[in-house]
């Protein structure tokens, strides 16, 4: 059964608040291809970021006030991360690859059709994993809107890893964050269901070597 407690009006305020004065610590350190940069000039085509569910917080800071929409679990927890997130600055769409995943993606077509110059951004291993491997929910995305879908690898050092099922990354206040993009991906439209999965494990590869290319920047 679903928790329907309400959340206390100012328990989002507060998580966005914390989330800026602990990131306005960190010493970033980027390595990004400027024509799958977030904050581009040019927007005549949007991007569908890949980031790992462990980096989500870091990411919820370096991408913050940029208007990109992000795809949220519809559980409770990711009810929080929701209103969270829209503090930062962010748009939200509501479902996972387990609950709501066709709701969520019809809202993030829907929206990025609309117009807007906003770009999309997804866990393709969330909400419950296996950890840092790629479903393909955000390349069916992909192949109907036309965009490329770019790996983001974030770390930092030092950190602590919690001992979740994603190793869940907490940078210590005044570390190293580093930022790298992976090489972008197009999606055919009529890509299939073996296509999709053959992509998804290029897409975890283009991933590892990202995160290789950020961990370099901290070391």
Known sequence: MSDERPLPRWLPVAGAAAVRAWGSTWRLRTRVAPDVDPRRADRSRGCIFLIWHRTILIACHVYRGLGICIGVSQHRDGEIGARIAEHCGFRTARGSSTRGGSRLLRE?????????????????????GPARRTKPGALFLASQLGWPV?????????????????RFILPAPFAKVGVATGEPLAVDRDASEDDLAR?????????EIAEQHAEELVA
């Open 108 to 128: 993030m077509i829907d929206g990025a059709r609309g117009g807007g110059g906003f770009d999309l951004a997804l866990t393709p291993d969330g909400p419950k």
């Open 150 to 166: 770019v790996p983001v690898a974030f770390t930092a050092r030092p950190r602590k890893e919690l001992r979740t099922w994603d």
């Open 199 to 207: 992509l998804c494990a290029e897409v975890d590869r283009r991933m």
